[in-house]
């Protein structure tokens, strides 16, 4: 990569803006809360990720892709400004920590038709493109799994601890990373400056911003107002408060699983992306950030949800999802207020066992020692939240 110049890649505002501008022929951002995330994360890929060539790569490559998509979401918003005005009805919200069976819920309901869901190629292309044939879509969704098969290359651990598919269900972190506050950025470098810019930002236009992508998505694709979305992302426990603020009738789904069996999970999984992008040890990096950020999703989401009212609440657990699903579903379903129909129950034994015929998760091996920590360390930061759950 140095002998062909790809080291040399300029990480500058400047740059990367007019980089995305060039690929697209606009100009307007329109809506500009991504600056602050964007600014505070270049700084800190500058000054602490130590990225390797193929790092800075990645970097340009995800930032300018983000921007491209702003540009675009601008153009259409502009065109069509009653997209804007379209509705988001009571969304369903599955949240809970990393790891913890989230994922499988999600693209269980997703089978669903009543229901819509972020798929994985429009969360990272989320922005018809104006003035191109079908809005880009073809040309858009080919891009994305062209480079899910790159990615699964590049990334195979992690690739086997959260399998990725261009049709499939994806959570929303992936329209967060279009305002570059989420947490993907923290399993990607190590940025302790944005770690902490990003505990610490008031997340309300990002949320907003991220409603207005669904907004641009449902219209895109021509679905009716009231099509309820379901939706998940561990990111959530972290501003359930700005969540509920933009969307007040979410009905939340809460998932639970033993913190021993998560946090070396997802310590796991965020090395295997981050190990690719520097050429230094980042275990003990990964290690810190995680456990980290485990304890205080774990603390914020618990104090949030004093305030929240009673009727938009549930709480699933990882192990009776193991036992029991459908019973698990009929008390989702019903919480949502939603019949569980005999088609929804056939599709979603369907999904279960194509998933488990395929072990899409089995591979996925990690022990807490392998970054240098204890059951007791962890127990020491997350006992509160075992015990209370």
Not at 191 to 209: A, C, E, G, I
Not at 243 to 259: G, W, Y
């Amino acid at each position: 990569m140095n002998a062909v110049g790809l080291a040399k890649i300029e990480l500058s505002e400047q740059a990367l803006v007019a980089a995305a501008q060039k690929a697209t022929g606009f100009t307007r951002f329109g809506d500009e809360s991504f600056l602050p995330g964007l600014r505070v994360l270049l700084k800190a890929i500058e000054t602490e990720a130590n990225l390797n060539p193929f790092g800075r790569f990645y970097a340009k490559e995800n930032i300018v892709g983000s921007l491209k998509n702003r540009l675009w979401a601008n153009a259409c918003f502009e065109a069509h400004p009653e997209i804007l005005q379209r509705k988001i009805v009571a969304p369903i919200v599955i949240i809970g920590p990393h790891r913890s069976g989230t994922t499988r819920l999600q693209r269980m309901m997703a089978t669903d038709t009543r229901l819509q869901y972020l798929k994985t190629w429009e969360g990272f292309n989320p922005a018809p493109r104006m003035g191109s044939h079908d809005l880009g879509k073809a040309a858009r969704y080919t891009e994305i799994k062209k480079s899910l098969g790159v990615m699964q290359h590049l990334y195979p651990g992690a690739f086997v601890g959260h399998p990725m598919n261009a049709d499939w269900a994806e959570e929303e972190m992936l329209l967060l990373n279009h305002s570059f506050c989420s947490f993907s950025i923290l399993g990607s470098y190590n940025v302790p400056s944005y770690y902490q810019w990003f505990l610490n930002h008031d997340k309300t236009d990002v949320y907003h911003s991220m409603a207005n992508m669904m907004k641009l998505i449902s219209w895109s694709r021509g679905d009716a107002e009231d099509k309820r979305w379901v939706l998940k992302n561990p990111q959530h426990m972290m501003d359930l408060g700005t969540l509920l603020k933009v969307f007040p009738d979410a009905k939340i789904v809460f998932t639970h699983r033993d913190p021993l069996k998560t946090v070396a999970s997802v310590m796991s999984l965020m090395w295997h992306y981050a190990v690719q992008h520097t050429d230094l040890p980042c275990r003990e990096a990964m290690r810190d950030t995680w456990l980290d950020f485990c304890e205080k999703a774990a603390h914020r989401c618990m104090q949030a949800r004093k305030n929240m009212p009673v009727e938009q609440q549930l709480d699933i657990y990882y192990a009776e999802m193991n036992s029991d699903w459908r019973a698990v579903m009929r008390r989702v379903y019903d919480f949502c207020g939603l019949a569980f129909a005999a088609e929804t129950e056939q599709a979603q034994a369907e999904w279960l066992a194509q998933s488990e015929s395929e072990n899409r998760h089995g591979g996925h091996r990690y022990t807490l020692e392998d970054f240098g920590t204890t059951a007791e360390a962890v127990d020491a930061r997350l006992m509160f939240a075992r015990q209370h759950y």
